[in-house]
């Protein structure tokens, strides 16, 4: 290695890298990820547009309509529709969701008998509609329950629970850390992948072929640059997530800083790779967009927990990197053991493990001739 | 004027053919892409892991575990104190803990309060909310406390939550937003990186309709690409309802990618090379999905948000398309999303039809 050529050729590509005037992209697209998909998700609904069709108009009636009305999560509109007319509605998708209360439901309560409540969720949006029906029915059953109380059916099992981690049941506690997993592995991935590829198709890479520049020399002025401008990425993105989005921060740092250099590297040498075995820029960028995003919101975890994973999507899920980083992560900022897991220990090996393969490979793929 | 645009057209299409990898990669994106999310992601409770301690030697505490089966709940575990139970749940193999202590089979036979512990790994938010939910009916149906009220609940259109549908049917709109963009964008930007761009200025065809059959070669590839995934993944694969017009569909598809191939062409304006359209295309995409009501509903965001929202036209394209899918919803009914898509693919391609047309 002769450092005086390798400091050459990197300046040469960081001047390059600066000239295309968009550089700032470099900051700005890791930072829109996360500012966006940070406020964007919200797994939990407010505001559910529920109609309440109430047929029986009667106190206790008017009292469970209340319920309704006082909650964040209900939008409720009171209506005397028929039940043709709300179906239609629902299928403008002005309405979430219809809760009909039977007429005479006040009477049969209060003479002990059942009365049977329909509830009517539209099920277009899966996930939306489990939430607002365990929302419902958890109203009504809590309205049951204190009506329950007063004619004298007392609970004899009582749940205690305690919510580790994430107390207060924050979204953006859950979700944001597994962003940064996300945003370092398809931001880094993205601009190292059109480094060679680049230079093949223009034809600028007979320079390399013809110059006296070895191949681990020509990686390294690649890759350097890129690490560089990439490692200020990951102090850039704890301080968004502390304090932006507020998500405590419980571990070690210093793991949290091993662990992302660590990952960025990976994430470079799979755009390199992809870099590598392309021809075309435009192919490059989307490969690397199928095998990063992918992934990365797949088998990350935020989305599905790796622990509810079964048969092959487990399997998948052991095979890409983001897993395991974002074991790291999430231990890091909500569970804070650090060092002392040895499951960490175990996840920062595998890494290495897999910077190594790819970057590897990548080296063994990179000819130094006329192809 | 018609032969230029229809060799420039078959043109486009024949260079987009001759890479066999991106034929293969686009061709990916539209079948096993939005099969493995349709057939990979659940987001809801599934196969949730359960560990638990016993302290009071079985019984009423077994009997209330037989109860979490599949598929929302794996076999509960059995762990031999709390210690090994939390340090499981710390390292994220378990997510909920159940610890009965050793007074709850005493408490309950002797009709005291019986109280059972529960730890939640609540980073899966989402899950461990629906869970505990799921826990307290576990329990309330347990205890045959004669609740006076009976719920019927139906979910319409989709009777059991069935999220392969839902999911395969987000990530067919994503991939068209992607590739809609991103191959227009390239179709120009690449002439601009190989120097063809100021050959075609001095050629003697009219620059507009270069600039048409150069895109619309683009939107046409994508809606093949469209309906490929519609007819194999969608409805041959997941087996999904069609409950409303196929034709609607193909129709709202096409001006929704016309606004996107509106945006590429901004961005083919702008970007001097390929990785500033990679960028700016992930950019300006980013926004107009999470606008478009797929991951949070609108009628839940902020107010200022909920205004910006109107301008995605993925907006329009999503809630159309679930209702023509799911909702089966009339023809009539399905104007405000033609509206909406007809309005911002009109004036998107417009606007950037015209920006790159200064570059003439």
Request: aromatic residues 12%; glycine residues 6%; without cysteine.
């Amino acid at each position: 290695m002769r450092f005086r050529t390798i400091y050459a050729y990197m300046r040469k590509e960081f001047i390059e890298l600066v000239r295309t005037k968009l550089i700032y992209l470099v900051y700005l697209v890791p930072t829109m990820i996360l500012l966006l998909f940070g406020y964007g998700i919200r797994l939990e609904v407010t505001h559910a547009r529920v109609l309440l069709i109430d047929n029986d108009a009667s106190k206790l009636s008017a009292e469970l309509i209340g319920k309704f009305e006082h909650s964040k999560y209900f939008a409720p509109t009171l209506s005397q529709v028929s039940e043709q007319k709300a179906l239609r509605l629902m299928k403008q998708a002005k309405i979430d969701a219809i809760v009909i209360i039977p007429s005479s439901f006040e009477k049969r309560l209060l003479h002990g008998q059942k009365s049977e409540m329909g509830i009517f969720v539209d099920g277009s949006f899966p996930m939306r509609a489990l939430t607002i029906q365990s929302y419902i029915e958890g109203t009504i059953l809590k309205a049951a329950q204190d009506i329950g109380a007063k004619m004298g059916l007392k609970p004899k099992i009582a749940i205690n629970q305690r919510t580790l981690f994430n107390q207060a049941m924050r979204d953006e506690d859950a979700i944001v850390p597994g962003l940064i997993g996300l945003v370092l592995l398809i931001a880094p991935a993205l601009l190292s992948t059109l480094l060679i590829v680049k230079e093949k198709e223009k034809g600028t890479i007979f320079n390399f072929y013809a110059s006296p520049l070895s191949k681990s020399e020509f990686l390294a002025a690649k890759l350097i640059p890129v690490f560089l401008l990439h490692s200020v990425t990951i102090f850039l993105l704890f301080i968004l997530a502390l304090y932006i989005f507020e998500v405590p921060f419980r571990g070690s740092f210093f793991l949290y800083w091993v662990a992302s250099e660590l990952y960025v590297l990976i994430s470079l040498s799979i755009g390199l790779l992809i870099s590598i075995i392309t021809k075309r820029q435009i192919v490059a960028v989307v490969l690397t967009v199928i095998v990063t995003v992918i992934p990365g919101f797949l088998y990350s975890g935020i989305l599905m927990p790796i622990s509810s994973m079964k048969g092959e999507s487990y399997i998948e899920a052991h095979l890409f990197p983001v897993m395991y980083y974002n074991h790291i992560i999430y231990d890091t900022f909500l569970i804070g053991q650090g060092f002392a897991s040895q499951k960490n220990i175990l996840y920062l090996a595998i890494l290495v493990g897999f910077f190594l393969l790819y970057f590897l490979v990548g080296t063994l793929l990179l000819k130094k001739e006329m192809r | 004027m018609i032969r230029s645009f229809i060799v420039t057209f078959i043109k486009e299409i024949l260079t987009f053919l001759r890479i066999p990898l991106l034929v293969l990669a686009v061709l990916y994106f539209f079948t096993l892409d939005v099969y493995i999310a349709g057939a990979g992601i659940a987001v809801k409770p599934r196969n949730v892991t359960i560990g638990y301690v016993d302290y009071t030697g079985g019984g009423v505490s077994q009997k209330i575990l037989s109860h979490f089966h599949t598929p929302e709940f794996k076999k509960p575990k059995a762990f031999l104190n709390e210690r090994n139970l939390r340090k499981a749940i710390f390292n994220k193999d378990i997510m909920v803990g159940i610890i009965f202590d050793r007074e709850f089979a005493k408490n309950y036979a002797q009709g005291k309060k019986a109280t059972i512990n529960v730890l939640l790994d609540s980073t899966a938010a989402a899950q461990s909310f629906i869970t505990l939910s799921y826990l307290q009916n576990i329990i309330l149906e347990f205890q045959k406390l004669h609740l006076p009220v009976e719920l019927k609940t139906h979910k319409l259109f989709n009777q059991n939550a069935d999220t392969h549908m839902f999911i395969s049917l987000a990530e067919l709109l994503s991939v068209i937003t992607l590739l809609s963009v991103i191959l227009t964008a390239m179709v120009f930007v690449k002439e601009k990186e190989d120097g063809t761009w100021d050959l075609m200025l001095l050629m003697p065809v009219d620059a507009k309709i270069i600039i048409l059959a150069k895109s619309l070669s683009q939107v046409v590839i994508n809606l093949i690409g469209t309906i490929i995934s519609v007819g194999f993944v969608i409805l041959w694969a997941f087996d999904t309802p069609m409950n409303g017009s196929f034709w609607a569909f193909v129709l709202l598809s096409f001006f929704y990618i016309l606004s996107s191939a509106g945006i590429g062409l901004f961005i083919a304006a702008v970007a001097r090379d390929i990785m500033q359209v990679a960028q700016l295309a992930i950019l300006i995409m980013m926004p107009i999905i999470f606008l478009s009501g797929a991951w949070t509903p609108i009628y839940a965001m902020h107010p200022i948000l909920q205004k910006l929202s109107l301008f995605s036209p993925l907006r329009y394209y999503i809630e159309g398309a679930e209702s023509i899918f799911f909702r089966g919803t009339s023809f009539v009914d399905l104007w405000p999303y033609f509206a909406g898509v007809m309005l911002l693919g009109i004036l998107l391609y417009y606007y950037g039809f015209k920006k790159i047309g200064k570059l003439f």
